[in-house]
Every structure is written in C-alpha cells, then in structure tokens.
C-alpha cells in the first residue's frame, strides 16, 4: 500500500509540476486569446495520433522480439477481448452517468461531468502502474494501450457529442477522417504486420523517433493546458461544485469496481489464479486504466469544441487531486483480489 500511494503521489507532483509554466506564462499575459485553443488542437490533432502509433509501432529490440516471438492470432483474441472490456465498461459508466445527471438543470455542466465520470486518465497514469505491476512486461502495457485506443474512439464519438450536445457531430466521414482514428487504423497494420513496420527496420529506425518524441508531448501540452485555464478559474470555484464531487465518485470509485464486476467471470474461466502470464493481464488492464484520474482531455475537448471550460477545469483538477487518495486503496483491492505481488 505505502509504495502504491508514493507512486501515485510520485505521478501527481509531476502532474502538477507540467501544469505550471502553462500557469505561469498566462498570469505573466504571455499567452493571449486562442493560446489554448491552438494548443489543444495541437495536443488533439498531432500528439495523441502520435502516441498511439508510437505505443504499437515503435519498441526497443528486446521489447519488439518479445512482441513478435508471439502469435498473431492469440494477440488478435487478447487485444479484442481487452478492447471489448473497454467498450462495455466506458458505455454502462456512460449510462450510469446519464442516469445520475438527468436531472440537472445545468446540462452543459452535467455534460462535463458525465465525460469526467467516463473517461479515465488511462494513458499517462495507467501505464506506469501496469508497468509496475508487471516488471515492464511491453505485452502487459499494450493491453492498457488499446483500451486507450477504445478510449480514443468513444472520446471522438461519444464524448464530443457530451461536450457539445450536439448529435450531429458524431458523422461517419469526421469521425473517419480523425487523426488519432487514422491513426490508430494504421498503427494496428503495422503491428499485425511487422514485416511492413518500417519504424522497427534498422536501416530507417530512426524515423522512430518522429512519432516517439510527439506522443511524449502528450501529456505535458494536456496539462499546460490545464495550467493556462487555471489561471483563468477563480480559486473558489475549484472546489464548491456538488457536481464535481459526485462525478469524482463515479469515476474513481464505481467506474473502476464496475469494470472488476466486468471482468472477474471472464478471469474466472479463462486465467489461472495467481499464476498471471501475459495473457492474463488482459483482465487486470482494463480495470487499472478505469481507476485512474479524469481524462485530462476534457479541458482540451472543451475548448476546442466550446464546451463549458470552467466545469472542466474544476472537475478535473478537484478529482485529479482526490485521486491520490483513491488509486492506492483502489489498486490495492484490485492487487488483493487477483493475487499480484507488486
């Protein structure tokens, strides 16, 4: 439990420590009007199409041995059984929320609160923590990995249409065309096809490092972005928004125990008790990546598609602040359940 929670706090502090030159430099007027509107844009467009790509597509040489050394067809079933687990458990917290909120009578807020309670913080924070649990296993971390690609999928579709309200904008051909969906089309070909994965072949390994270094940017531009609405929020209205605790509840808490209940029938059948091999972890992913902090995207989403930015920035760092408390002791049942010695 103590080396559960000094990660978590460990992740937090870095957290922070990316949001603020976004903070400083906007106290200081040095980013004006539309600063993080092209930002998020850059982050939305080109970083996270980047990360995805470079998270199947691009490994180190005893990372990409241990990947090919395995059947396609056996991470074709593992890879579809964790992107099922992912759309079944992001869609009921989806309904639940739906359900939670219906009453508002604020709905862009409720709209902001239901994407909280939804989408996960699953590729910065719960890497690390899969990472941990599984001594690097690459396999292990690519499960967390597509249910960042389902993740990436429902947030384009679903979740734009809670940041707007607008139906309309799930369209087949935008959603389509979507960068980070293009990519996640293309990194998927690559992978399965690793003869044509031209970032794996020595002779232009280096083109490698093209993708690698903007998905890295990810997550320090999503919370510069925080940081430069924060400077914008009055301090007050952080904290002091029932909604926002109650979104936090459904995110840190149900979403993470609804997706064991998910799960555990199908670890039952399929695993082998405490006897955890890369297969099995298919099972443990989902469920980390739905017990991590809101999606930092959720302010990116609200300014690029004009949602309610003030909402936003409240709920998530109100909960991204509660989650220090709530990951270990979440983690820690999950770690109890399934037998794991981290």
């Known amino acids: 439990m103590g080396m559960i929670y000094l990660k978590v706090l460990i992740i937090m502090l870095v957290l922070a420590a990316f949001a603020l030159p976004g903070f400083a430099l906007k106290k200081l007027k040095m980013i004006g009007e539309g600063g993080t509107y092209t930002l998020?844009?850059?982050?939305?467009?080109?970083c996270q199409p980047a990360l995805v790509i470079k998270s199947f597509c691009v490994?180190?040489?005893?990372?990409?041995?241990?990947?090919?050394?395995?059947?396609?067809?056996?991470?074709?079933?593992?890879?579809?059984?964790?992107?099922?687990?992912?759309?079944?458990?992001?869609?009921?917290?989806?309904?639940?929320?739906?359900?939670?909120?219906?009453?508002a009578k604020d709905k862009s807020a409720a709209r902001i609160y239901s994407y909280i309670a939804v989408f996960s913080n699953c590729g910065f924070l719960g890497v690390p923590f899969v990472d941990a649990f599984t001594d690097g296993n690459p396999l292990a971390i690519m499960y967390v990995m597509v249910f960042n690609v389902a993740f990436i999928i429902l947030c384009w579709t679903v979740g734009v249409v809670l940041i707007t309200g607008d139906i309309k904008q799930m369209r087949p051909k935008k959603i389509l065309l979507n960068p980070a969906i293009l990519a996640s089309?293309?990194?998927?070909?690559?992978?399965?096809?690793?003869?044509?994965?031209?970032?794996?072949?020595?002779?232009?390994?280096?083109?490698?490092?093209?993708?690698?270094?903007?998905?890295?940017c990810t997550a320090p531009l999503s919370m510069i972005i925080v940081g430069i609405r924060l400077a914008e929020t009055p301090a007050k209205s952080l904290f002091c928004r029932k909604g926002v605790y109650i979104s936090g509840g459904l995110r840190l808490i149900v979403a993470p125990f609804l997706t064991l209940l998910i799960v555990l029938p199908f670890a039952g059948f399929f695993g082998k008790g405490a006897e955890f091999?890369?297969?099995?972890?298919?099972?443990?992913?989902?469920?980390?990546a739905m017990a991590m902090s809101p999606a930092a995207s959720v302010v990116a989403m609200a300014e690029t598609f004009n949602g309610d930015k003030d909402t936003a920035t409240a709920a998530f760092v109100t909960n991204t602040i509660l989650s220090v408390v709530t990951i270990p002791c979440v983690i820690t049942a999950v770690v109890a359940i399934f037998g794991i010695t981290v």
Not at 277 to 288: L, N, R, S, W
């Open 59 to 103: 490994f180190s040489e005893t990372d990409f041995e241990t990947v090919t050394a395995i059947n396609r067809l056996v991470l074709l079933k593992n890879f579809g059984i964790s992107f099922g687990f992912a759309v079944v458990s992001l869609l009921l917290m989806l309904a639940v929320s739906k359900l939670v909120f219906i009453k």
């Open 185 to 216: 089309v293309v990194a998927a070909v690559l992978f399965f096809v690793p003869e044509i994965n031209f970032f794996m072949i020595d002779q232009v390994k280096g083109l490698g490092i093209f993708p690698e270094y903007l998905g890295y």
């Open 40 to 46: 998020s844009n850059v982050l939305l467009y080109v």
């Open 277 to 288: 091999g890369f297969e099995e972890y298919v099972y443990i992913a989902p469920v980390i």
